[in-house]
């Protein structure tokens, strides 16, 4: 048996912090201070579970060896993603002043919704699963799931850990919130342009081509 809880977790350190806000400069575009400093201690504790130091080390895949982003860390995927859903957001506030979106969750949210991907992508991990599949699974709990429980574990509010645990296809099973389908729908396709850009690996050519997607070459 494999006891999560045996595994040594690295204290947070102000250096983690750190390097979170350094990797995500978004986070300072929430306006609520104790979402914007629990939007910070969240990835660190996630990181702090994990062999990463820094957001930016994690590889920028969609799933761990899956549609692989020939550039760009998981960073990247984040902080686009939460451009992305913003944009939306307030677009729609622009046009529509009676719609009632709460930005800083989108924002958050966006920042968050795959902080359960350093523990999916850890490569302890992924090489205890790939060892053997039948032990505990591969993986044991995809990154939304890990997500929902980091999000919970540091104070977030439910409608941030709804969104970690939603954002992806478990969210299939659920009625979305309203921030959380904003997520959803910035993140779901966003490998696919990616792939179309010509910006995914080329083992990615085989997902890419059962979505009816063809790499366009990219420039250089
Ligand atoms: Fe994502």
Not at 46 to 54: I, K, Q
Request: net charge negative; glycine share 8%.
């Amino acid at each position: 048996m494999h006891f999560t809880d045996r595994r040594e977790r690295r204290p947070i350190t102000q250096g983690l912090r750190d390097g979170v806000l350094e990797d995500l400069p978004e986070i300072a575009l929430i306006a609520q201070e104790e979402l914007r400093a629990k939007t910070i201690e969240a990835w660190a504790y996630a990181l702090s579970g994990t062999g990463f130091d820094r957001i930016d080390d994690i590889p920028g895949e969609a799933n761990p060896g899956m549609l692989r982003l020939r550039r760009g860390s998981q960073a990247v995927h984040l902080r686009s993603v939460t451009r992305i859903a913003l944009a939306i957001a307030d677009d729609f506030a622009a046009t529509f002043p009676e719609a009632r979106i709460e930005r800083d969750i989108v924002i958050a949210g966006g920042l968050l919704h795959d902080v359960g991907k350093a523990w999916e992508f850890d490569p302890e991990n992924l090489a205890r699963w790939r060892a053997d599949p039948s032990q505990a699974g591969l993986p044991a709990l995809r990154h939304p799931v890990y997500g929902a429980h980091i999000c919970l574990a540091v104070g977030l509010p439910e409608e941030i850990v709804h969104i970690a645990l939603s954002h992806s296809h478990e969210g299939d099973f659920q009625q979305r919130s309203l921030e959380a389908l904003i997520i959803h729908r910035a993140d779901h396709p966003w490998w696919s342009i990616a792939g179309a850009c010509g910006l995914l690996d080329a083992e990615s050519g085989v997902i890419l081509a059962t979505r009816k997607i063809t790499p366009r070459a990219p420039r250089g």
